[in-house]
């Protein structure tokens, strides 16, 4: 299997932490040379100094760059992009705060979709150039389970991952023939800094405690614990890798079999 991304180059977003950060990691270990993005400079030289370079003349870099505003983000990877093309995008960020669908304000909806649906698509077009140059790439989009099976009490973030869903299926239909895949994962229950402001609010909201909020999630979750964010990375990876060209416009779940759907 053609796992090999030597002079491939990848733009990992939300890399300082979490997925992203072990996605990084990933894509680094079969070869790629690895540009993170996040808002938090310190913490992202921190982490382009820990990735690994098997291959010979691998050089990782990092960008300080805010997904929130996606004019100046796309303004601002346009100029990294025409100085070195990308092949890979990983879109990812932070997630939507929690609350029911009813009482979140418009507000709440258009800064989602400002964060979630506009960066990515910036982020595209930004890197589109440089991938039909190449005539390969790969978009491999971070969203959640809540694109098939609504989760409760996460209203905006279900919302606006379906809507990221379908611009992704749209756009793996309209970039394939020019050798660029584009793919979704959905990662289930993960340890990261995500999985622990969801514990906190479902206490604060239940007023249980955070140990039965978590036995009550693991409990739905049929091989019995939360994934590490290494397993999430390693499905990333392989969408991003050769072996994967044939995947296209699918949405992978990394859930341990918790979704009930087929
Ligand atoms: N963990 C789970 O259980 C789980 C389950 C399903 C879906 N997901 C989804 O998967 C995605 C990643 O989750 P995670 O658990 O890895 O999250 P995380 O640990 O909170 O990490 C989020 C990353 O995104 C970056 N980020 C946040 N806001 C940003 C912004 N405005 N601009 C640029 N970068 C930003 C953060 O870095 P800086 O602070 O340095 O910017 C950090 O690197 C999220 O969308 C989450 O909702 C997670």
Redo the contacts with the bound molecule.
């Keep these: 299997m053609d796992l090999n991304l030597n002079g491939r180059h990848a733009l990992v977003?939300?890399?300082?932490?979490?997925?992203?950060?072990a996605a990084a990691h990933e894509l680094a270990l079969l070869g790629a040379h690895v540009t993170l993005?996040?808002?938090?400079a310190d913490?992202?030289e921190a982490a382009a100094a820990s990735l690994p370079r098997p291959a010979a003349g691998q050089h990782h870099a990092w960008v300080a760059?805010?997904?929130?505003r996606p004019e100046a983000l796309g303004t601002q990877v346009q100029a990294l992009a025409s100085a070195r093309p990308f092949h890979i995008l990983v879109n990812?960020?932070?997630?939507?705060p929690g609350g029911r669908a009813i009482d979140a304000d418009a507000g709440a909806y258009l800064e989602a979709f400002h964060?979630?649906l506009l960066?990515n698509h910036a982020l595209v077009r930004a890197l589109l150039p440089g991938m039909q140059g190449a005539q390969w790439g790969r978009i491999v989009n971070?969203?959640?389970?809540?694109v098939k099976e609504p989760i409760a009490n996460l209203g905006v973030?279900n919302s606006i991952r379906g809507a990221v869903a379908s611009w992704a299926k749209t756009l793996s239909r309209e970039l394939a023939a020019d050798g660029i895949t584009v793919n979704n994962v959905?990662?289930?229950?993960?340890?990261?800094?995500?999985?622990e402001?969801?514990l906190d609010d479902r206490s604060a909201t239940t007023g249980r405690s955070r140990d039965a909020v978590a036995a009550t999630m693991l409990a739905s979750v049929p091989v019995g614990r939360?994934?590490e964010?290494a397993e999430i990375a390693a499905a990333i990876a392989f969408l991003a890798s050769p072996a994967a060209a044939y995947i296209n416009g699918v949405s992978l779940a990394v859930d341990g079999g918790r979704m009930q759907s087929i």
């Design positions: 977003c939300g890399a300082t932490a979490g997925i992203g950060r993005l996040a808002r938090r913490a992202l760059a805010d997904v929130s990812n960020t932070g997630g939507p964060q979630h960066a971070v969203i959640s389970t809540s973030s959905l990662p289930g229950y993960t340890r990261t800094q995500r999985l402001q969801i939360f994934a964010a």
